[in-house]
């Protein structure tokens, strides 16, 4: 959602805008935070569903195609922008005949994505080597990932002063993403006594686990700071030295916007996707993986490895820097105004 949240703040002045999201969790909450109109609509995923599951799962798409038809009839958009998601579906289906703008997060599509590519007038990409997933090449852009403008305020000076770290020590990030990541989590807790031994340590443990890491991190010490959850996570990165966390799409536009090397932990059971952006960061020589089953034996070791090679890492900086398109939502808004006029 956070693409979509940067390119409205690319619009904000001079569009009207509704965001449509699926009903339940925290994206109401946080698009709300913006100062944007929410709606909520139905919605259920029917690949990879059990039998049991499918209708209930249909029949919510349905209503939620019902309720996207209502709310086309009233809000009268001129482009709808999409980034992905089962939720997208629904209106995808219901607004026949209007401009429609995907953007594709992470590199490899899926279903969800794939199918909304067949109803969009144009795609946006991320990376260049995510052509090779459409069959419509002629419809693709590679505009970049999108980045919020809150992240270009942070130096590695005023991270630090964030959390009040000393620059004389490196500082390892690690983060599962807003719900967090169990496995992370637990082999962070195991090694974080040893490591604040010679480094600092942000953890963002997500929602899910954050009570359970609250009660065990309570004698780590000023080195190590843990959060549920981080607005300011530009902080987080502009002082981090290294970042261990997935490999979701945020990993292919925000840490090349500050040259941050990564060990890259792809998530084990999902589809594929996370692991085609490790490998395209680790290809370009920015980043390293590390299998989620060799988490607890071979982090500790992965940390200290690369921080104890300053050239290697600084290698890793710039590569990953290398790959940065820091005009990316600037890009797709200009997408967005071209449709609208035309």
């Not at 199918?115 to 852009?141: N, P, Q």
């Not at 590569?319 to 200009?334: F, S, T, V």
Request: overall charge neutral; aromatic content about 10%.
């Amino acid at each position: 959602m956070y693409p979509a949240l940067t390119v409205a703040e690319r619009l904000n002045d001079s569009a009207e805008i509704l965001w449509v999201g699926g009903e339940g969790g925290m994206e109401a909450g946080l698009v709300q935070r913006e100062g944007l109109r929410f709606e909520a609509i139905p919605a259920a995923g029917v690949h990879g569903v059990s039998l049991a599951k499918l209708p209930g799962n249909g029949w919510k798409l349905w209503k939620g195609y019902l309720k996207s038809k209502a709310i086309l009839k009233q809000f009268k958009p001129d482009v709808l922008f999409f980034t992905g998601g089962y939720v997208a579906i629904p209106m995808a289906l219901a607004a026949t005949g209007l401009c429609k703008l995907l953007f594709v997060p992470d590199i490899e599509p899926g279903l969800a994505l794939k199918t909304l590519a067949r109803f969009s007038d144009r795609v946006a990409l991320t990376v260049e080597s995510s052509r090779d997933y459409f069959e419509h090449k002629e419809k693709t852009i590679v505009t970049g990932y999108p980045l919020r403008e809150s992240l270009g305020k942070w130096t590695r000076e005023a991270g630090l002063e964030y959390f009040g770290f000393d620059p004389s020590l490196p500082v390892v990030l690690f983060t599962g993403g807003s719900s967090g990541a169990r496995s992370i989590n637990e082999a962070v807790l195991a090694i974080a006594p040893q490591l604040v031994q010679t480094c600092q340590v942000i953890h963002l443990t997500g929602h899910l686990g954050w009570e359970a890491v609250q009660a065990a991190s309570q004698n780590f010490g000023p080195r190590y700071q843990a959060f549920p959850y981080l607005h300011e996570i530009g902080a987080a990165y502009a002082a981090a030295s290294l970042v261990v966390s997935r490999s979701g799409a945020s990993s292919l536009g925000e840490y090349p916007y500050f040259a941050l090397p990564a060990i890259l932990v792809p998530y084990p059971y999902a589809w594929r996707y996370q692991k085609i952006n490790a490998d395209y960061l680790v290809d370009a020589g920015a980043a390293m993986l590390l299998e989620d089953s060799r988490l607890k034996s071979e982090l500790l070791p992965s940390i200290r490895g690369l921080l104890g090679k300053p050239l290697e890492l600084a290698a890793m900086s710039n590569a990953m820097g290398a790959l940065n398109r820091p005009q990316a939502a600037e890009a797709i808004a200009a997408l967005i105004y071209e449709m609208a006029e035309a």
